[in-house]
């Protein structure tokens, strides 16, 4: 079966990721986002969908396509690199508010750029994702419209399930200015509507994302408190990294209790990620379709200890690039070096050996008789030709062990 007809098929097949444009495509009233046993967000069929929605939902899902940087993008100063695609710069960034910095996931680029938009009345609220105040263990949707609700909604690195896109429609439909703040898989379900829907061009003025290794299903999140004898409903904070950079795993229960866990001893080894089969078969994890997409840069690709807080900005698009320096020049953020492809290589490691990798995981979906993601302009084809073979084999029979996880 490696066709996708049905909502079902996407899901049963490891392949939607949980992020909620299909929801707003068809309202709550059709379809409901919600946390499985396995503990991921996925679509529910509430009442059955028409072909021509199921059809819409097909042009955007991720989980069904995936595309690199519209060719309307690229101009005669994006570069090029096999591996990390289009790009105009390459340099260390981070947010001159020193709150921001602390509080943020890395050094608070994002919400320091998001700031920027919001107080230069660039665009009037950003679609991003935050703690849910009433169950911090798990994530949110939400608007912001001003620093107050930026950095008082627990938004930075969110290692858990969410459905950042579950208010898209509604955020369209408010016919106002915003910008959009998401994984790479979210971008790509927005570019992929632009085509079709006339309003996110319009009104969705800026794309930015983070380079993402994936995020641990919710089980993960819960034998972490489980660990110290503590239940959801006793969390009042919940925190995967910030407060520092990276900053520690913390939680607080709402009688004062205080548990925290290094970041490397959380993740630990990858074999315990639980991270969902969908993030092991993205075919792009680094952003390739946002405007701008920031990372870490510890060398070697895992953090050695606490620092103040160092982001690279790769900036994707001409407006990308234009909203750095407008946001450098007026203060928001602070431009340090230029980087090489070479050192963003170091600092990324395992997203350069996923983007070599997934082709041939790709290509054991397919043996199984599995439907995959249909991608187009992001080189997978072309670094799978030029892998050792031996290394694809591994890939492929690799993917097809885990198929019985899904
Ligand atoms: C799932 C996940 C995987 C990651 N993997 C990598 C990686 O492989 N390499 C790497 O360098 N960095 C990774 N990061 C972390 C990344 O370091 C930082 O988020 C990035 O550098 C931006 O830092 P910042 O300080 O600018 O972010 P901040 O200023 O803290 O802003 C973070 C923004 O991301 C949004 N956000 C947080 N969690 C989610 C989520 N789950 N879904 C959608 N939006 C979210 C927030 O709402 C906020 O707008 C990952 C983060 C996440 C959430
Ligand atoms: S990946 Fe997104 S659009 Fe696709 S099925 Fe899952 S929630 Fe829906
Ligand atoms: S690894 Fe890919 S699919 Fe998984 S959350 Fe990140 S961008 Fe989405």
Known sequence: ?????????????????????????????????????????????????????????????????????????????????????????????????????????????????????????????????????????????KYSYDKNEL??????????????????????????????VGKPCDISAIRQLSKIDEKVNKFCKYLLTLVCGGFGEFTKSQEFIESFNV?????????????????????????????????????????????????KICPDAIGESADIAALDTWPGGSPKGEDEGFNAAIARTQKGLELLNSAVDSGYIKKGDNLSIDEINDFQPHQVKKKKAVFARHCGMKKNDLPTIKTRGLRIKKLYDMNDKKFNINEEEGIIKRVDKI
Not at 96 to 114: A, C, E, P, V, Y
Not at 255 to 264: H, I, L, M, V
């Open 1 to 141: 079966m490696s066709e996708i007809n049905s909502l079902s098929d996407i899901t049963s097949n490891g392949l939607c990721i949980g992020c909620g444009i299909c929801e707003s495509i068809v309202g709550k009233e059709n379809i409901k986002i919600s946390m499985t046993e396995k503990g991921r967000l996925e679509p529910q069929e509430i009442s059955p969908l028409s072909d021509e929605n199921f059809d819409k939902i097909k042009k955007v899902c991720p989980g069904v396509i995936v595309e690199g940087l519209p060719k309307n993008e690229i101009n005669q100063d994006s570069k090029f690199d096999l591996i990390w695609g289009y790009y105009h710069s390459l340099f260390y960034s981070w947010s001159t508010d020193t709150k921001i910095r602390f509080q943020s996931s890395t050094g608070g680029l994002l919400n320091g750029l998001s700031l920027y938009l919001l107080e230069s009345n660039i665009v009037d609220f950003i679609l991003h994702t935050g703690t849910d105040p009433l169950k911090p263990m798990r994530s949110i949707s």
């Open 231 to 279: 239940k959801e409903k006793e969390l009042e904070i919940f925190r995967y990294r910030g407060n520092g950079n990276p900053g520690k795993m913390y939680i607080k229960t709402d009688s004062g209790k205080e548990y925290d866990k290094d970041y490397n001893s959380f993740w630990g080894e990858e074999s315990t990620w639980r991270v969902p089969f969908r993030c």
């Open 151 to 180: 950095l008082s909604s627990g938004s930075c690195s969110r290692y858990g399930p969410t459905s950042p896109l579950d208010r898209f429609h509604e955020a369209l439909n408010l016919n106002q200015p915003f910008a959009f």
